[in-house]
C-alpha cells in the first residue's frame, strides 16, 4: 500500500508545490513556477523572474521528505503578455534520507505562441542506497497547454521520461514513465475546477481532481481528491505583494497525514 501510495514520486515526475497538493496534485494546468515538474509548458506564462521553494513530509516518516529549490525567467523582453524568447527554468529536488534517496536536478524551458504552450525538460536522476551505491539517469520529457476557450478552458499534457531511461540492467530497471491530461474550467475569476488523468505504463490510470477558490484577493482555499491513492487533499495559499506561501494537507484513512509547504518570490523585471 505504501508503494502505491508513493508511486507518484519513486523516479517519477513527483509532486511539486503546495498549490498542487491542495487540489489533489490535479495540476498538469497550472502556470506558476512549479509548472517546472507538473507540466513544463506551463511556464511560459510567466512574465517576471521567481524563485520557489517546497517542502513535503509523507505520513509523518521522516524517510518520507522532500526538499525542492525552483527558478524560473523569462527570456527577453516581454512581447505583449508573453516573453520574447520564452521562459527557462531549473529544479532541485531531494527525496529521502541516508539509508535511501533519490535526486534530481532538471531543467526546463518553455514557450507560448497564441493561446498554445510547449515545453521540454531534462531530469538528471540519482538513485542511493546505503551499502549498494548509486545510479543515474537522465530522463526527458515534454508538455503542453492550449486554452481551448480563452481564460475559461485550458487542456494540459504531459509527457515524463519519454526516452524511458534505464537505472540499472538488473531487471531492466527503468524510470516510470507516466502520461498525464487534464482539463482545467474556470467558470468565473475566482473559482478554478480542475480534473485529470495520470497513467504510469506499469501501473493502473489515476483520477484527480481539485478546486481553487479565491476568497479574498490575498487568500486561496483548495481541496482535491486523489482516487488509485485513496486520499483527500485541502489548503490554502497566501499572497501579499511579490511574496507568496501555500500550505496543503493529504489525509490516507490507513496511512494518515502527508503535509506540504512552499513559499515563492517574484522578482522585478529589469
Not at 194 to 215: L, M, P, S, T, W
Request: hydrophobic share 45%.
Amino acid at each position: 500500500m505504501i508503494s502505491q501510495c508513493c508511486l507518484a514520486q519513486g523516479n517519477g515526475p513527483g509532486l511539486h508545490g503546495a498549490r498542487a497538493a491542495g487540489m489533489g496534485n490535479a495540476a498538469v494546468t497550472l502556470s506558476d513556477v512549479w509548472a517546472l515538474g507538473n507540466n513544463v509548458a506551463g511556464l511560459s506564462q510567466l512574465t517576471r523572474p521567481e524563485v520557489g521553494v517546497y517542502a513535503e513530509n509523507r505520513f509523518l516518516i521522516s524517510s518520507l521528505n522532500t526538499v525542492g529549490l525552483a527558478v524560473a525567467s523569462p527570456l527577453g523582453r516581454l512581447t505583449g503578455e508573453e516573453p520574447r524568447y520564452g521562459v527557462a527554468g531549473l529544479e532541485l529536488q531531494r527525496f529521502g534520507d541516508k539509508l535511501y534517496n533519490e535526486q534530481r536536478v532538471g531543467l526546463g524551458y518553455a514557450y507560448r505562441t497564441g493561446v498554445m504552450s510547449v515545453g521540454v525538460r531534462a531530469d538528471v536522476l540519482q538513485v542511493a542506497i546505503e551499502g549498494l551505491g548509486s545510479r543515474r539517469a537522465v530522463a526527458a520529457s515534454v508538455g503542453a497547454q492550449a486554452e481551448l476557450i480563452p481564460r475559461k478552458l485550458v487542456f494540459g499534457a504531459s509527457l515524463y521520461n519519454l526516452n524511458q531511461a534505464k537505472l540499472a540492467e538488473y531487471e531492466d530497471e527503468r524510470v516510470p514513465t507516466v502520461l498525464k491530461a487534464g482539463l482545467s474550467y474556470r467558470p468565473t475569476e475566482k473559482v478554478m475546477l480542475n480534473a485529470e488523468v495520470e497513467k504510469d505504463v506499469d501501473h493502473a490510470a489515476d483520477f484527480r481532481a481539485g478546486i481553487e477558490y479565491q476568497a479574498l484577493e490575498a487568500l486561496a482555499l483548495r481541496v482535491g481528491v486523489l482516487g488509485v491513492s485513496e486520499q483527500v487533499t485541502g489548503g490554502a495559499g497566501f499572497h501579499a505583494g511579490r511574496f507568496r506561501i501555500d500550505y496543503a494537507g493529504a489525509w490516507h484513512s490507513s496511512l494518515g497525514l502527508s503535509q506540504h509547504i512552499s513559499a515563492g518570490f517574484r522578482l522585478e523585471a529589469k
